[in-house]
């Protein structure tokens, strides 16, 4: 038999026609297991000229006569499947063969070619002509969907099983269905429909009687066929039931089939939940509750979607699925469920960036119940929402009664849940405070209280002890965030993998491995189809990352996907797009804008407390140094020193004191003060390379390759400098490489004079071109 899709990609070839996956427009709406936004393009078409229809068909049927080509060609307006659904027809009526070139020829007299006036007619012409089993099979397989194996049409048909192999096969060979051949596809074997069109036009001819009878047929075919009741293919069975119901129209039993269905996509939803699929168990949540009737289900199904839809990423939606349920709640009485509803629902709306909404949203609702009459793990949990969204405002007094509250309650009731996010708080409130150790001990905690219980926030607990380790320049903080991604993937939690793999890129740049974080950044923005908060600081490290590599352009273009955060928004939001635009800016030479943007975000309230004060110092204190030396601002530098100076011994990790004694050896030699600035960047990189952190190891030798080249010490100054250049071409990163090659020139050597001034103005550290 001819292999239609072959000749067309044979005569294509020449021709460059792309051959697409044909669907109809809503097609690309659907969410869910069976089809995901992110795996269509959608392109529109142009209707092909007459004369490459024309050739279109040479390439099909070789002798077609010239008026029964134009016919086809007029009728076809452009349009490739009607010309190829034409030409099958002719086959289907023996007027076609095969010939030894492969190619279709003409077996006898075309006579007169009547060609209906539409695509659809056109098909529904070609099923009529089918043999009266042949159309009936058809009919049934429509039923089966777009793929489907012997067994299935067996189990939903009313022909004679020993006669339907050769029925079949009569529809192959007339291709109207085809095989699966693909050895590595899982339908390998299976039917299909040659045209998903075919299948339209064939489930149409079907009465409202026959569809009802045969989808209730298949879902029942599904459930016997697979294990656990049909656990696996849950969300096909309840579509089948749900077409099953909307063909019953007015019957006895349409009620008991809506209520059927709903409860299949209620187990659809759970199965997809269980397997980390959150956006298709958001659908068949929602679609289980436009088929309930019954107004509690509704509003457990409308606060289970929203649920899934924040787990997804979905903010937006999930905020208007638990509205939905509070607003179901309250109308029915159900005071305490409302209750229980507004602790995720506040978390929502906080992670819109509606913080103040968010606290006044809890504080409503424990000001309007008696909280006695609340079960204790409700109040706990509405509690322990408040203190996190209060822990990141100005608020922390209420913030530590919160959270005070959240604790007594889940430890006398023994509420895992609220423990753990209360005791994770508690120690980010408590790191603010300077009290570093014993906020360790309570995110130590508080994942040790998430793994025990198996809790979803075990991922969450995971990534704040990470950052914590990670600023605090502690071990560790790798192993942890590898497992926070892993659990977040298996949740399916695509907002928070997000953000977790930022943090992750932090370390791995930290520790000089700039290609897994570039690798890692990449891969998961790739499969973000939306922009979740996670990925704006993935496009911000990615343009750090490629600002360290001296590729600007394409730091500017990751620059270009985020926007400045307003004076409201959360402080990391605004330290990091401070740090990223002042890298940016210094990596152009536009040092009094890194300066600007780098003391700004230094300056944003709250920056000098906390985890947020950490790194808004590691990130900006560094780059705004370098700016302030560069424009000859030492005054405006020695603030900048002061800044980590004045902290406590408690406050000050590793990092920051390496930074330190490199930020005050700068600033004396620009002074002009040579006493200590050898022994600080000797400390510098003691303390960088004793961290292992291989960039800023490599860039203090920098800076003290450059002193000494002042100095007329060549030799250390060029021994140094080609350890910090064998590090900097490890990393790839190639502005300061050329830096430390130019301290290496020849005629510097020559003449320690002016070339060793030349030499070491243009080696100046900086992230310029």
């Known amino acids: 038999m001819v ?67 134009a016919r086809i060609v007029e009728r076809a307006e452009g349009i490739p499947l009607y010309a190829i659904e034409t030409v099958r027809g002719l086959l289907d009526k023996g007027v076609l063969e095969k010939g030894d070139d492969g190619l279709l020829h003409l077996r006898g007299d075309l006579g007169e070619l009547e060609t209906p006036p539409g695509l659809t007619a056109l098909i529904a012409s070609r099923l009529d002509a089918l043999g009266p089993d042949e159309r009936r099979l058809v009919k049934e397989c429509s039923v089966l969907g777009g793929s489907f194996p012997r067994q299935g049409v067996e189990a939903v048909s009313d022909i004679d099983p020993g006669g339907l192999d050769k029925l079949l096969s009569s529809l192959v060979r007339k291709e109207v269905l085809t095989v699966r051949a693909d050895k590595f596809s899982p339908e390998r074997g299976q039917y299909a429909f040659t045209q998903s069109l075919i299948r339209s036009v064939a489930y149409d001819m079907l009465t409202r009687s026959e569809r009802k009878a045969r989808h209730l047929r298949t879902a029942e075919h599904l459930r016997t066929a697979f294990p656990d009741e049909g656990a ?82 979905f903010n937006e939606r999930a905020a208007s699925h638990l509205e939905a349920a509070i607003a179901g709640h309250t109308a029915a009485g159900r005071v305490i469920d409302a209750a229980r509803v507004t602790a995720p629902l506040s978390w929502a709306i906080y992670s819109l960036g509606r913080t103040e909404e968010a606290i006044d949203l809890i504080r409503e609702t424990l000001a309007s119940v008696n909280t006695e009459s609340l079960p204790p793990v409700v109040v706990a949990e509405l509690q322990a929402y408040a203190g996190t969204a209060l822990a990141f405002t100005e608020h922390p007094d209420e913030a530590h009664e919160r959270l005070d509250a959240a604790l007594v309650l889940s430890q006398q009731y023994e509420l895992a849940e609220p423990l753990a996010i209360a005791l994770n708080l508690k120690a980010l409130l408590l790191a603010k405070e300077g009290r570093v150790e014993e906020a360790r001990l309570l995110l130590e905690g508080s994942l040790a209280v998430a793994k025990r219980h198996a809790l979803e926030f075990e991922s969450t607990a995971e990534n704040n002890l990470a950052v914590f380790l990670v600023l605090h320049d502690l071990a560790g903080a790798e192993e942890h965030l590898h497992a926070a991604l892993g659990l977040a993937r298996r949740l399916g939690a695509r907002q928070t993998e997000a953000v977790f793999a930022d943090s992750l890129m932090n370390v791995l740049i930290t520790l000089g491995r700039f290609d897994e974080a570039e690798e890692l950044g990449t891969d998961v923005l790739a499969s973000s189809d939306f922009p979740y908060p996670g990925t704006f600081y ?96 030492i005054e405006e530098a020695e603030k900048l020193v002061d800044v980590v100076a004045a902290r406590p011994p408690g406050a000050t990790p ?57 100095q007329g010490r060549l030799d250390e100054s060029a021994r140094i400098a080609t350890e910090a250049a064998a590090a900097f071409e490890t990393l790839g990163a190639a502005p300061m490489l050329a830096h430390a090659r130019a301290l290496l020139e020849p005629e510097m050597v020559r003449n320690p004079g002016a070339d060793a001034e030349r030499a070491v103005a243009q080696g100046r550290p900086s992230l310029s071109e």
């Open 654 to 710: 590793l990092f920051l004191r390496a930074q330190l004694h490199r930020a005050c050896a700068l600033v004396s030699a620009a002074r002009g003060d040579t006493g200590d600035v050898e022994a600080g960047l000797e400390a510098a990189e003691k303390g960088f390379r004793d961290l292992n952190y291989p960039y800023w190891t490599a860039r203090v030798q920098l800076d003290l390759a450059e002193w000494l080249a002042r």
């Open 538 to 633: 993935l496009h911000l490290l990615l343009g750090y990352l490629d600002a360290l590599r001296g590729r600007l352009e394409s730091a500017r273009q990751h620059f270009g996907h985020v926007e400045r955060p307003a004076e409201t928004a959360e402080l990391q939001s605004r330290v990091f797009y401070g740090f990223a635009a002042s890298v940016l800016a210094f990596a152009k030479g536009d040092f009094r804008t890194a300066l600007d943007e780098a003391r700004q975000a230094l300056a944003a309230p709250g920056s000098n407390q906390g985890l947020e004060g950490l790194a808004a110092l590691r990130e900006c204190l560094p780059v705004a140094i370098d700016a302030a030396l560069a424009l000859q601002a």
């Open 3 to 69: 292999d239609f899709l072959d000749h067309l990609l044979e005569w294509s070839g020449d021709h460059a026609i792309f051959l697409l996956v044909l669907s109809r427009p809503e097609g690309t709406d659907r969410r869910g297991l069976v089809l995901s936004r992110r795996s269509v393009t959608t392109l529109p078409l142009d209707p092909l000229s007459d004369e490459v229809m024309g050739e279109l068909l040479d390439g099909l049927v070789t002798g077609l006569p010239q008026t029964a080509r």
């Open 232 to 313: 696996e293919v849950s969300e096909v069975i309840a579509a089948h039931l749900h077409d099953a119901y909307r063909a019953a129209g007015n019957d006895a039993d349409a009620d008991e089939l809506r209520a059927r269905a709903s409860a299949a996509y209620r187990a659809a939803a759970e199965r997809a939940e269980s397997v980390g699929a959150p956006d298709a168990a958001e659908v068949a949540y929602t679609t289980a509750l436009e088929l309930s009737t019954d107004e509690a289900q509704r509003a457990e199904l409308a606060e289970k979607a929203g649920r899934m839809a924040f787990r997804g990423g």
